[in-house]
């Protein structure tokens, strides 16, 4: 690999043990899969749940990040400001706590920014088309890959993290734009996408994401005024079914302005047709008996937009949360701070609900109150997540946030189709 | 008998070998607290991988499986070493992050000629596996 002769420094120790040993395991990471060279990045976004230690060693002598980072959102419930809330234990939360004292010393030091978010573009990590980054969560990687166009690979929390440390990443993978184009073709057929709401957007994600695995794939046949917050339903699940890196949309995304283009010119390896019935299939894998109360519902998987808050807030005002059910929403502080400065947040919270910091999706890797056996949501990931970790011990529904919100005041699930 | 391969991460060690016919993930199929192998209606279900020889086609997995290995690696629950058919991303990570010697593009295909059971020796340096008779 031919590296600068500041990186050469580096590897030798000059700028300190940790950044010594990250760029090692870059370089070493990197001439397995023959790149060329180190780039420089323009953004990194590190997992919270990073064990300590290995964070020490990694950034011992270290005083700030290689690149502009943000962090993603607290894991196993145990946002400070919330688990007490949700019913989780002490005894799980304490050592979690203790650890998360110390890493953020290492945050402030390194000038990681503290947002505690999955949807880093919305609080201020902005990257533009062609940008080389390093997001850490399959989801935040998806989107930033498909919706923005800027180029990053499915790096693990160690790469990823060694890449926020010394601002350098191998050139590899997604990082050419010859490995860009969609090898798997998604055509969106007798369905009228204006009408498609983001539970189908959702079926469409998860359905795709059990076939094109890890491929990169292009859609074609949607709405061209498709939303932000429903790509936001489309995307998450390709990368829980399957391991999709990078989802071009036809018209839509910054690298498909039409088939032929998202393609690279050649012909589609495969070609998947999702309709009316695929949709529907997918929908009837997390469905409910109308008799079954419902004991918890989620939303925010990704984090909700202010958007979504305001629309939560609008179906919540002067209502309450069922006596018997729970409402646990997770979104970013700073997008909670401006919901409290419009007022949504009063609402949500006066009705009974909780706003959380903390990852919506890995619910079940923590002990959760034993009373909560099905669980509602908009998130065909969270639903994905939830049924496999939960191995059947918990049941999920999937149904649009209203019918979610509907849920959570009424107990029961009497809308939805 | 003897594998030629390529050692993507160095190291020599020998232990006796598990070998899986389908991809593995350390965060699904793994219990990081015991050194198990985790796959409900698997015949090797419950079976150790601690201190073992893990032999995959190849990884699928989370972009936190080098951190499960990790935290397993440090109660002693990690595989001596891991050989597979072609290396990914995720799996190069797992074997740098907690250095045990990785290795694949064998001459010839270590799921088939490898069983379950065997004493194989893993000389990385010299980009070899030994299988005792």
């Known amino acids: 690999m031919i590296l600068t002769k500041e990186e050469e420094a580096m590897a030798r120790g000059q700028y300190g043990p940790g950044l010594e040993k990250c760029i090692n395991l870059l370089i070493k990471f990197g001439e397995v899969f023959n790149a060329e060279k180190l780039v420089k990045v323009s953004s990194a976004h590190v997992y919270s749940a990073f064990p300590l230690d290995l964070l020490m060693e990694l950034t011992e002598g270290a005083n700030q990040s290689g690149a502009f980072t943000t962090i993603h959102p607290f894991m196993s419930l145990s946002d400070p400001l919330s688990w007490e809330k949700m019913g989780i234990s002490k005894d799980h939360v304490t050592p979690l706590n203790r650890e998360h004292e110390k890493k953020v010393e290492i945050y402030n030091r390194l000038s990681f920014f503290r947002t505690y978010t999955c949807v880093p573009m919305l609080v201020g990590n902005f990257v533009k088309k062609g940008d080389f980054i390093s997001w850490f969560g399959s989801c935040p990687q998806l989107l930033a890959n498909s919706i923005i166009g800027a180029k990053q690979n499915r790096d693990g929390a160690v790469v990823n993290m060694a890449i926020a440390i010394t601002g350098k990443a191998p050139y590899w993978g997604l990082f050419l734009d010859e490995n860009r184009s969609a090898e798997i073709l998604v055509e969106v057929e007798d369905s009228d996408s204006e009408l498609l709401t983001t539970t189908d957007y959702g079926a469409i994600g998860h359905y795709v994401g059990g076939i094109a695995k890890d491929r990169n794939i292009v859609i074609n046949g949607l709405n061209r005024n498709i939303t932000l917050d429903e790509m936001h339903y489309l995307l998450p699940p390709l990368s829980a079914t399957g391991a999709v890196s990078l989802c071009h949309i036809v018209g839509v995304t910054p690298e498909a302005p039409d088939l032929i283009t998202a393609l690279g010119n050649k012909p589609p390896k495969e070609t998947i047709h999702i309709g009316k019935e695929e949709i529907s299939r997918a929908k009837e894998e997390y469905s409910t008996p109308e008799s079954e109360e419902i004991d918890l519902v989620i939303l925010g998987c990704p984090h909700c937009t202010i958007q979504e808050l305001k629309q939560v807030a609008f179906l919540l005002e002067n209502k309450k949360v069922g006596t018997n059910q729970r409402l646990w929403i997770g979104t970013a502080q700073q997008i909670y701070n401006l919901a409290q400065t419009m007022g949504y947040s009063q609402i949500i919270e006066k009705a009974g609900g909780l706003i959380s910091r903390s990852c919506m999706s890995a619910v079940p890797d923590c002990p959760i109150p034993d009373d909560i056996r099905i669980i509602a949501t908009n998130s065909f990931k969270t639903a994905h997540y939830i049924s496999t970790f939960s191995k059947g011990r918990r049941r999920v529904v999937i149904g649009d946030l209203e019918d979610c919100i509907n849920v959570a005041i009424n107990g029961k699930w009497e809308v939805g189709d | ?133």
């Open chain 2, 1 to 133: 008998m003897k594998l030629r391969g390529r050692t993507v991460n160095t190291g020599n060690v020998e232990a006796e070998a598990i070998v899986l016919e389908s991809s593995f993930s350390f965060t699904a199929d793994f219990d990081p607290d015991n050194g198990n192998l985790v796959i409900r209606g698997h015949p090797l279900h419950g079976e150790k991988i601690a201190q073992k020889i893990l032999v995959i086609p190849a990884a699928k997995g989370a972009v936190n499986a080098s951190l499960m290995l990790y935290k397993a690696k440090k109660m002693d629950n990690a595989p001596l070493a891991i050989l597979c058919r072609s290396v990914d991303p995720i799996t190069v990570e797992c074997a740098m992050t907690v250095d045990i010697p990785l290795m694949d593009s064998f001459d010839k295909d270590p799921i088939k000629t490898i069983k379950t059971g065997d004493y194989i020796r893993v000389l990385g340096e010299k980009g070899i596996v030994v299988v005792e008779d």
